[in-house]
Nanobody
Framework: QVQLVESGGGLVQAGGSLRLSCAASGSIFSINAMGWYRQAPGKQRELVAIITSGGITNYADSVKGRFTISRDNARNTVSLQMNTLKPEDTAVYYC?????????WGQGTQVTVSS
């Protein structure tokens, strides 16, 4: 079992910044990927950014150049720095952990960007 605890999120005006953090605990494998997904009302959950334990990153085209994902392997944490936020970034953001045959989700944190 892996537990994911998210923090950050909230309400911000367009053009502002927010930082999301997620701490993983439990049966953490050294080789894994952690990332962030989001789900807006009426839409499917979509990838925002992901980072492997080796530091390889992948971003959704819509956030490239604005969002930065990082992780601390020693602390099993992943963070998402979100800059130049847009109203279309409004969604519930979910932390995700993937190991060999494992896939866990956090409870989600709301990000609302006002125009």
């Amino acid at each position: 079992q892996v537990q994911l605890v998210e923090s950050g999120g909230g309400l911000v005006q367009a053009g502002g910044s927010l930082r999301l953090s997620c701490a993983a605990s439990g049966s953490i494998f050294s080789i894994n990927a952690m990332g962030w997904y989001r789900q807006a009302p009426g839409k499917q959950r979509e990838l925002v950014a992901i980072i492997t334990s080796g530091g390889i990153t992948n971003y959704a085209d819509s956030v490239k150049g604005r969002f930065t994902i990082s992780r601390d392997n020693a602390r099993n944490t992943v963070s998402l720095q979100m800059n130049t936020l847009k109203p279309e970034d409004t969604a519930v953001y979910y932390c995700n952990y993937r190991g060999v045959g494992l896939n866990y989700w956090g409870q989600g944190t709301q990000v609302t960007v006002s125009s």
